[in-house]
C-alpha cells in the first residue's frame, strides 16, 4: 500500500460505446443520447460517445454523429436528480472550438481512420480515439491488419486529428491476455503504448479486452509500459470477466495511474464469451475510490440510477455487486 | 506485491454453511450431503458442513447432524466428474477419532454453545466454530449478548472442545463495518481475536460480514490484528457485496495469510441487504490463484460444475463471473 493516494481519479465512461457495442439489441439514438445525459448528471466529466465505424460491422453503433452532435448541443442535465423523460434538448451543435471540452465535459468517440476522423469532426469530436492491439491476431481479425499495419494507419489519422487540434487517445487490447493468443509478454504492451504515444496520443488506455489479467500479470504488464510512458498519459481499462477488475484497478493505482475506464453497471459483455461479464462497472470503481477517500466527482446514487435506467432498457438488472447492494439497502430502508 | 508467494493456499468452502444459511430456501438434507460431496469431489479439502444451531431461528441448518454424519460416512466422492444422483452412501460414522479429519477432509461445524458442542460431538465433530463479533451492536443483535459475554460462554465451549480433543475455529465477524454501527476499528477486531486465540482457537476467521471493506481499510485491521494473532492462525473471510472481495484477499495474501473462506457460486446473501452479493464465490479465488501460481487443490471445472448444480437446486445460475466465463466459453466451444 502506498502510504498517500492521489486525491482525486478520473473516471471514463464507456458504457454507451464499450458497453453498447456489446449488447445485442443496437439501441436508439435517443436512448443512448439520454444514457450520456444522465451520466453527465451523476457528475461523470469523460463520457465515451459513439464510434464512428461502419454499422455494418457494428450495428450497436449506427448514429453515432447524431448522438454525438446532440449531447454537445445541450446543456447537459446536472444534479443527482434526473427525469424519466428522454426528451432531447433543441440546437445546433456548440463549443466546436477545438481541444475544449463542452460543459467541462469530454465525449471521446472511436474513429478506426481518416474517414471515421473526418466524420466525426463534422459531428463536433473534440476528442478522438484509435484503436491498436498488443496481439497481433487479435488485430488481424479485429481490425483486419498487423499491429504495424494499424500504427501506420494510425500516424495519417494522427495527424490529421492534430490539424484539427482535437485530443488524441489511443486504445491497446489484449494487454493481459488475447483469445487467440493466450497470455500476452508485457514487452508487446509496451511496444504498441510507446508507438501510440509517439504518433501523439494524449492518453493510452490499456484493455484487458478478456479480462485474464490478474494483479500479478497486470503490474508486471504496467511495469513494462511505464519504461515508455509515463503514468500520467495511461488509463487503465478493465474487463471483469473473471472478477478480477477490481483487485486490478488497485494495483494499477499503486503504480500512480488515475485514470480508469468504466461502463455504468456493467455494460457490455465479452464478444469473445457470450454471456460473459464485461466492463468492470463503474459504481464499483466510484464505491472502491470513496472507500480510499480518492475523489471521483461521481454521485454513486445518481449513478445506480442510471444503471438501473439503462438496465430497464435493455431488459435486465444492473450487473453490478454495489448496485445490486444499493438497490437492496433501499428496498430494506437502512 | 511480494516477489514470492506461497507454494498454496487452503480455501475453507463455506457454501454448505454461511451460503445456503443465508438463502431463503431450506434445502433438505439430502442435497446438503450431495454439495458437500461434489465441493470434496473438486478438491475441497475444508468444507463447511453446518451449524449446530436452533432451527427455530436457522431453518436452513436444520439437519446439519445428519448432514455431518452422512458426509463422515461414506468415502466422497473424488474427481471433476461426478454423477447427478443423490444417493446417500450407506455406513455409520467412521474417522471419529479426536481431531483427525476424515479422508483428508475437514468438515468444521458452527456450534454457538455447549448444547451445539455436545450434539455435533455425537454426530462425529472434528472441528467446531464459535462466532464472536468485532461489533457489540452486531454482536446483541445476532447471539443476544455482549462482546464479552460471548467470549466468556465460549471459554466452557473451547474448554469440552479441548477436552474432546476436536480442532477449534473461531468467527469473528463484522471486521470491517458493521450494519448497525458503521466502521469498526483494527483494535476492536484485534481484541476479539486475542481473546478467541487466548480461548484455544486454532484458526480464526476474519469476517468482513457486510463487504464493505476495502483493500485499505482491510490491510489497517489486518495490520492491527497480526501483531496478536500471527498471520499461520488467521483466515480471510470476504463477502462480495461490493465487489471487493478479491482485491481484499490479494491485499491479505501480501500480509501473509495463506486461509480463505469462499463459498461455490457465491452462495448465499447478506442478511442486511436482502438481494445483495454474499461469499465471494470459490471460483473466483481458485481463479486468482491459478492465476497468480498458487496451488489450491481445486479443479475449477468441477468447481463451477457444481456451482451450477447447487444453482439449479436454488432454480437461479451461479452469481460468480468466473463461473459465467467458463460457461460462456464451454458453449462457444473454445
Redesign the interface.
Do not use: K, Q
Given at each position: 500500500?502506498r502510504t498517500s493516494w492521489p486525491s482525486a481519479v478520473r473516471l471514463v465512461e464507456v458504457g454507451a460505446r464499450d458497453g453498447l457495442q456489446n449488447e445485442n439489441a443496437p439501441l436508439p439514438v435517443s436512448v443512448r443520447v439520454e444514457l450520456i445525459r444522465r451520466l453527465v448528471g451523476a457528475g461523470l466529466k469523460s463520457v465515451e460517445a459513439g464510434a464512428f465505424v461502419s454499422p455494418k460491422w457494428v450495428p450497436q453503433m449506427d448514429g453515432s454523429a447524431e448522438v454525438l452532435a446532440r449531447v454537445l448541443a445541450g446543456p447537459p442535465r446536472t444534479g443527482a436528480t434526473v427525469g424519466a423523460a428522454a426528451g432531447v434538448v433543441a440546437g445546433g451543435v456548440t463549443g466546436g472550438s477545438a481541444g475544449e471540452v463542452a460543459g467541462g465535459v469530454d465525449y471521446p468517440v472511436l474513429v478506426p481512420n481518416l474517414q471515421g476522423l473526418e466524420a466525426a469532426l463534422a459531428a463536433g469530436a473534440q476528442t478522438v480515439a484509435v484503436f491498436a492491439a498488443a496481439s497481433d491476431t487479435f488485430s488481424q481479425r479485429n481490425i483486419h491488419c498487423s499491429i504495424a499495419e494499424s500504427l501506420e494507419r494510425f500516424r495519417t489519422v494522427a495527424g490529421a486529428a492534430r490539424t484539427a487540434g482535437v485530443k488524441l487517445r489511443g486504445y491497446v487490447s489484449c494487454v493481459a491476455g488475447c483469445?487467440y493468443e493466450g497470455a500476452i509478454a508485457p514487452q508487446a504492451v509496451a511496444g504498441v503504448a510507446a508507438a501510440l504515444r509517439a504518433l501523439g496520443c494524449d492518453e493510452i488506455s490499456l484493455g484487458d479486452t478478456i479480462?485474464?489479467g490478474?494483479?500479478?500479470?497486470i503490474?508486471r504488464m504496467l511495469e513494462a509500459v511505464l519504461r515508455e510512458v509515463p503514468a500520467e498519459r495511461l488509463a487503465g481499462h478493465y474487463h471483469?470477466?473473471?472478477?478480477?477488475a477490481?483487485?486490478n484497478v488497485?494495483?494499477s493505482l499503486e503504480l500512480g495511474l488515475t485514470v480508469f475506464d468504466a461502463a455504468v453497471g456493467g455494460l457490455g459483455g465479452?464478444p469473445?464469451?457470450?454471456?460473459?461479464?464485461g466492463n468492470v462497472?463503474t459504481e464499483?470503481l466510484v464505491?472502491?475510490f470513496d472507500?480510499?477517500g480518492i475523489a471521483t466527482g461521481v454521485d454513486l446514487e445518481a449513478l445506480v440510477d442510471t444503471a438501473v435506467w439503462i438496465g430497464n432498457r435493455l431488459g435486465r438488472a444492473p450487473a453490478?455487486?454495489?448496485a445490486?447492494?444499493v438497490?437492496?439497502?433501499r428496498?430494506?430502508g437502512?
Open positions: 500500500m483469445p479480462g485474464t490478474n494483479p500479478d500479470s503490474r471483469d470477466t473473471y472478477g478480477m477490481v483487485a488497485y494495483a465479452c469473445y464469451a457470450p454471456g460473459a461479464s462497472a464499483e464505491w472502491l472507500g480510499l453490478s455487486r454495489v445490486r447492494a438497490l437492496a439497502r428496498r430494506s437502512h
